[in-house]
C-alpha cells in the first residue's frame, strides 16, 4: 500500500525542526529503528536548510515545499524550492564546498544526505528552484497502516 503526505511552509529557518518533525512523525508509521529515524530528521534539516538559506537566501517569502512517499518499507523525500537554484550541482555536491562562508556554513549537507540515505538526486535550475529527492529501504518495513 502506498501512503502520501505533502507539506509547505514559509522559508524560515524556525520552520526547519516543524519540517523535521512531521516527517518523522509520518515515517514512524513503518516502524523505523531510532537510528533511520535519526538519519530521516538529519538529512531533512539539511535540505530544508538549504532550501532556506541557499535557495531563497534567507527570504521567509519563499516557499519549501516536502512530498513524501511510503511504500513497502521504502522511502522517498522531495524538498523542493522555488528558489535561484545551483549553478553547479556537481560543485554543491562536493564535501566542504559552500557559497555561504561567511555564515559559517560547513558545506557538509549533501555529503551527509549521501551517506545516510539509498539514493540522493539532485536536480536544479539556475533562476527556478531545486528539487532533492532522498530515498531510503528500512530495515523494519513492518507498516502500521495496513
Do not use: W
Not at 564535501?95 to 539532485?122: A, C, H, Q, W, Y
Amino acid at each position: 500500500m502506498k501512503n502520501k503526505m505533502e507539506l509547505q511552509f514559509s522559508a524560515l529557518s524556525q520552520n526547519e525542526s516543524f519540517a523535521r518533525v512531521t516527517v518523522a512523525a509520518f515515517i514512524a508509521q513503518l516502524d523505523p529503528t531510532m537510528d533511520e529515524l535519526t538519519e530521516i530528521k538529519t538529512v531533512v534539516s539539511e535540505a530544508v536548510t538549504n532550501a532556506i538559506i541557499h535557495g531563497y537566501d534567507n527570504d521567509p517569502k519563499g516557499i519549501v515545499f516536502i512530498s513524501v512517499t511510503l511504500e513497502d518499507g521504502f522511502v522517498e523525500m522531495k524538498i523542493r524550492d522555488e528558489g535561484i537554484g545551483i549553478r553547479d550541482v556537481e560543485e554543491a555536491r562536493q564535501p566542504l564546498f559552500t557559497t555561504k562562508p561567511d555564515l559559517e556554513r560547513s558545506g557538509m549537507g549533501f555529503t551527509i544526505m549521501e551517506n545516510f540515505m539509498d539514493d540522493v538526486e539532485v536536480t536544479s535550475q539556475t533562476g527556478n528552484g531545486t528539487i532533492v529527492t532522498l530515498r531510503k529501504h528500512l530495515s523494519q518495513n513492518k507498516m502500521l497502516c495496513n
